[in-house]
């Protein structure tokens, strides 16, 4: 997935970076066309219909047409990516104070061979390169996780800690430029809890060395105590040219897992793996600890499983990357809209003192779980020539994953309430605002309007779950 991607890792990239959000600023783009039609069907059937392509403006009718295409499973919209974060989530350059905790980032956690390359290649942000005639004291250089060339019993493996726990709808398994050093097979289990510090806190190697028997004997006595399930039973690998570097793999389980371990059959090289799917945070101990602490959650948060479902402008940016955990880097990180065509040819300042009749652009947002927002934050950091001028918060009630049908009428007719009316926002600056308590009730969906046009960074709604609300 893309940007939007969510890290399910211990480490944090939330995906990547740069204005292009990722693979091209478009979940579809993640898979070249080249792989074919597997690929492009797989790939149409995981994600939802937010594949209006960065730099356009969606008219109504455009609108409509794109957000109803129809899709097989009515509870993976958009996965956010759990493994594999694009955005240098781990590092900020935002200078001012923040207010949530780092964005965790996937994290290896053993492996039993890095002779040629790190096994915490596998799960860089940025895409996999190739350096003509380089080559390290093992040889040839390479972007990816590569063991040596096995002459013992046994297969090499690699274990990783997802940032938080969720399920797995599908695997990229990237071999670029391992054109005649891939695994011939792959593999891929998932756990839900591994007691690391049993024969694996001691056990990290550094590249150019593998490790030793009695450590490999230590893990693998760890992984077996632990109940494994098989997400990618053992398959063919592609070579690491363009038209068959990506193995797409469907996930075969919906559980949720809290780690992965990659299997190459029985050694080589992988540029890269990417997993898709969604986080399961649990808001049974986030609603516990609002009501007891008055700790709020942040019910939009990608890590928390909310979702940009719809929009009407992407030009600069995708919205989903509002929804992010980390602060950003740069305008790029954020969403921007094209600049409003509709805008008076002469602007003037009503008796409210916002602009009249400005025109606006908007995003709807399924929150992670239902609940009730009281406190809302709108980062516009880094956008100091280019931020709205306004914006305003409302909030529904529309059932529960999926049930809003998201095409314009739909959304147009959802029984929308003003969580926080019109209020002028500034440049580069993470503006704050308490709900009146009066408005609090328990939605679903908030939806964003910014006047008239702009980008802003970062959105949090914060609020109490309630994960079994009578909807």
């Known amino acids: 997935y893309t940007p939007d991607g969510l890290s399910l890792s211990d480490r944090l990239h939330a995906p990547w970076v740069d204005s292009d959000v990722g693979c091209g600023g ?3 783009n993640v898979v070249p066309m080249a792989i ?3 690929a492009k069907q797989l790939f149409a059937n995981l994600w939802h219909v937010h ?3 960065v730099c356009t403006c969606l008219t109504p009718h455009t ?3 794109t957000l109803t295409r129809s899709h097989p499973h009515p509870h993976s919209h958009s996965p956010a990516e759990l493994a594999i974060p694009r955005l240098p989530l781990n590092r900020s350059t935002c200078t001012h104070s923040p207010t949530h905790r780092p964005w965790p980032r996937i994290r290896c956690i053993f492996a039993t061979d890095q002779w040629f390359a790190s096994a915490d290649n596998l799960i860089n942000p940025s895409d996999p390169v190739w350096k003509e005639g380089v080559f390290s004291p093992q040889g040839k250089w390479m972007d990816g996780w590569e063991s040596r060339r096995k002459r013992t019993a046994g297969h090499d493996w690699a274990l990783y800690r997802l940032a938080v726990p969720g399920t797995v709808t599908a695997f990229d398994c990237d071999t ?4 005649g050093n891939f695994p011939p097979m792959i593999s891929i289990e998932g756990a839900n809890g591994v007691e690391e510090h049993k024969g694996l806190d001691a056990a990290q190697i550094e590249v150019g060395t593998c490790a030793s028997p009695e450590v490999i004997a230590a893990a693998e006595a760890t992984v077996a105590s632990t109940k494994w399930t098989t997400l990618v039973s053992r398959a063919p690998l592609g070579s690491g040219v363009e038209a068959t570097r990506h193995n797409l793999f469907r996930s075969e389980s919906d559980a949720t897992f809290t780690h992965i371990r990659i299997n190459y059959h029985p050694d080589g090289g992988v540029a890269r793996v990417r997993a898709f799917g969604e986080p399961r945070p649990d808001f049974e101990k986030m609603a ?3 009501a007891s602490g008055g700790i709020l959650t942040d019910l939009s948060s990608q890590r928390n499983g909310g979702r940009a479902v719809a929009w009407n402008n992407m030009h600069y940016g995708h919205p989903r990357n509002i929804l992010r955990s980390d602060h950003g880097t740069n305008m790029g990180d954020g969403w921007e809209t094209a600049r409003q065509p509709t805008r008076p040819p002469v602007l003037k300042i009503g008796a409210d ?8 652009d908007w995003v709807v947002i399924e929150l992670g779980s239902p609940g ?6 709108v980062d516009t950091s880094f956008f100091k020539g280019n931020y709205p001028e306004s914006f305003q918060v409302e909030c529904c009630t529309a059932g529960w994953k999926g049930a809003l049908k998201l095409d314009a009428k739909d959304i147009e007719s959802a029984s929308w309430k003003t969580l926080y009316p019109r209020h002028k926002l500034g440049p580069d600056t993470v503006a704050k605002f308490d709900v009146n308590p009066d408005v609090v009730t328990l939605c679903t969906h908030v939806r964003l309007t910014i006047f008239p046009d702009g980008g802003i960074m970062r959105f949090r709604a914060l609020g109490e779950p309630v994960p079994h609300a009578a909807l």
């Open 353 to 360: 003192g916002n602009i009249e009749n400005p025109g606006c």
């Open 36 to 38: 074919g039609q597997f």
């Open 63 to 65: 609108l409509t047409h």
């Open 176 to 179: 670029a430029f391992f054109t």
């Open 51 to 53: 594949v209006s392509r």
């Open 26 to 28: 478009d979940c579809v």
């Open 288 to 290: 516990v600890a609002a």
């Open 372 to 377: 009730k927002v009281n406190r809302l934050e």
